[in-house]
């Protein structure tokens, strides 16, 4: 698991040679050179957990449908968010991002569709900055669209026994945010990247500290099998649909996020 800015201590790398699973066994897959960025919060407003991080730390070094998953807890910065995220796309290199985070209240997942290019903040950041009425991008679109294929992962979701929800409102905090700011470093991704952005409800113990009565619950288990069956559901979207963009796109340039002019490979 890695900070954006300083790697923790035996953070999982992408090695220079095909990984080996948890088990030792060497994999051949084509697809291991290729995955999948995560990202979680770290906790915010007084709470002491925040879910989005135990499901991000849970999933980091796994392969899931033949991709590997990286990770990355941000802090809840509106300041440093963009360049927090810039960096670790360009390091990363991923065709798939999922960002995650918590909205105390909610009684299911919520994918969300659409974020705002606005911050109206209820309460401020994790270093004191509160921000209202303003811009992410000054001159940028009202909104940017995700682009995940919603119904199927809600489906999926409903087969396996997950209560999700395709959400239109991301909020103006600092989860729309990151929303926004993904999309838009993505957005001449070539071939396409794939993003988008996950609410869970509170942890059981959240809910209980913030008022049951009020703030429904979803244990931590099933949080971690939802990502897990959008990864599963994804990941074979994405390769189906890979040969004609790798085709659309030969000889064309590596791509790099906007604003970053070198990237280490």
């Known amino acids: 698991m890695r900070d954006v800015d300083v790697p923790r201590p035996g953070a999982q790398k992408l090695p220079t040679e095909a990984p080996r699973d948890i088990a030792g066994s060497h994999l051949t897959s084509p697809n291991?050179?290729?995955?999948?960025?995560?990202?979680?919060?770290?906790?915010?407003?007084?709470?002491?957990?925040?879910?989005?991080?135990?499901?991000?730390?849970?999933?980091?070094?796994?392969?899931?449908?033949?991709?590997?998953?990286?990770?990355?807890?941000?802090?809840?910065?509106?300041?440093?968010?963009?360049?927090?995220?810039?960096?670790?796309?360009?390091?990363?290199?991923?065709?798939?991002i999922i960002c995650m985070g918590?909205?105390?209240?909610?009684?299911?997942?919520?994918?969300?569709?659409?974020?705002?290019?606005?911050?109206?903040?209820?309460?401020?950041?994790?270093?004191?900055?509160?921000?209202?009425?303003?811009?992410?991008?000054?001159?940028?679109?009202?909104?940017?669209?995700?682009?995940?294929?919603?119904?199927?992962?809600?489906?999926?979701?409903?087969?396996?026994?997950?209560?999700?929800?395709?959400?239109?409102?991301?909020?103006?905090?600092?989860?729309?945010?990151?929303?926004?700011?993904?999309?838009?470093?993505?957005?001449?991704?070539?071939p396409p990247v794939l993003a988008g952005f996950i609410h869970f409800p509170y942890l059981p113990a959240q809910a209980i500290e913030a008022g049951a009565e009020t703030h429904p619950s979803m244990s931590f288990d099933l949080m971690k099998r939802s990502m897990e069956v959008l990864l599963e559901t994804v990941i074979p979207w994405i390769e189906h649909a890979q040969p004609a963009r790798e085709r659309a796109t030969a000889g064309s340039q590596m791509w790099i996020p906007r604003g970053v002019k070198e990237v280490e490979r």
Not at 76 to 95: K, N, Y
Request: glycine content about 10%; charged content about 25%; proline content about 5%.
């Open 102 to 190: 918590v909205a105390g209240g909610r009684n299911a997942i919520g994918l969300e569709r659409v974020a705002v290019n606005v911050l109206d903040f209820s309460q401020p950041d994790n270093v004191g900055v509160m921000r209202k009425g303003d811009a992410i991008e000054r001159g940028g679109p009202e909104a940017r669209l995700s682009n995940l294929p919603f119904e199927r992962i809600t489906e999926a979701w409903k087969e396996n026994g997950i209560p999700g929800y395709v959400s239109n409102s991301a909020g103006t905090y600092i989860c729309n945010q990151a929303l926004f700011e993904t999309l838009s470093l993505t957005e001449n991704a070539t």
């Open 32 to 96: 291991v050179a290729k995955h999948v960025l995560i990202t979680g919060f770290e906790p915010f407003g007084g709470d002491k957990v925040n879910p989005s991080e135990l499901v991000a730390r849970s999933l980091e070094g796994r392969l899931i449908s033949g991709r590997l998953i990286v990770t990355r807890i941000l802090p809840v910065e509106t300041r440093s968010l963009r360049e927090r995220l810039e960096e670790a796309i360009a390091v990363d290199q991923p065709d798939l």
